[in-house]
């Protein structure tokens, strides 16, 4: 009986220190600034597929010229991918339709993008993107910029 109870303590502990472990990286990644809520799906398929398969939830990070897009379910220090302004073509925007209703945020535009022939979406609030299209527009001179 006591066992049981030990074994049912040991296991609440470890579930709240690993929740606890994901609110300390969320803190972490957001300490410097410049994030936003950001869902991803890399290698979307051509024709604005609305199945709702694929999407990650995530965090975005401005860093430079790149944001980094860390998971939230996940223990990873680093970000999972990296979108390097300069190779970032933006080719439409659109709403959630279908699954992805149910697969994204509520208030989420998607955005679909080409990185070096890769199609990406990117699924973030209106403000977000704003945002994101107001950073892809401030390249430097001499970038290329694409923003539909």
Same mark, same amino acid.
């Given at each position: /009986?006591?066992?049981?109870?030990?074994?049912?303590?040991? @296991?609440? @502990?470890?579930?709240?220190?690993?929740?606890?472990?994901?609110?300390?990286?969320?803190?972490?990644?957001?300490?410097?600034?410049?994030?936003? =809520?950001?869902?991803?799906?890399?290698?979307?398929?051509?024709?604005?597929?609305?199945?709702?398969?694929?999407?990650?939830?995530?965090?975005?990070?401005?860093?430079? =010229?790149?944001?980094?897009?860390?998971?939230?379910?996940?223990?990873?220090?680093?970000?999972?991918?990296?979108?390097?302004?300069?190779?970032?073509?933006?080719?439409?925007?659109?709403?959630?339709?279908?699954?992805?209703?149910?697969?994204?945020?509520?208030?989420?535009? @998607?955005?679909?993008?080409?990185?070096?022939?890769?199609?990406?979406?990117?699924? /973030?609030?209106? =403000?977000?993107?704003?945002?994101?299209?107001?950073?892809?527009?401030?390249?430097?001179?001499?970038?290329? @910029?694409?923003?539909?």
């Amino acid at each position: /009986m006591i066992l049981a109870v030990l074994v049912c303590a040991l @296991v609440v @502990v470890l579930i709240l220190a690993g929740l606890l472990v994901f609110g300390v990286r969320r803190r972490v990644i957001q300490r410097s600034g410049g994030t936003f =809520d950001c869902s991803l799906r890399w290698n979307a398929p051509e024709g604005g597929d609305t199945s709702g398969k694929g999407w990650s939830y995530g965090i975005a990070r401005y860093n430079g =010229d790149r944001v980094d897009w860390f998971r939230v379910f996940s223990y990873a220090p680093r970000p999972r991918r990296g979108l390097e302004r300069a190779t970032i073509e933006v080719v439409d925007r659109r709403a959630p339709e279908g699954e992805e209703e149910l697969a994204l945020l509520s208030d989420a535009v @998607v955005l679909g993008c080409l990185q070096e022939g890769t199609r990406i979406e990117l699924a /973030m609030s209106e =403000d977000a993107l704003t945002g994101f299209l107001a950073w892809l527009e401030a390249a430097p001179p001499g970038q290329r @910029v694409n923003v539909a």
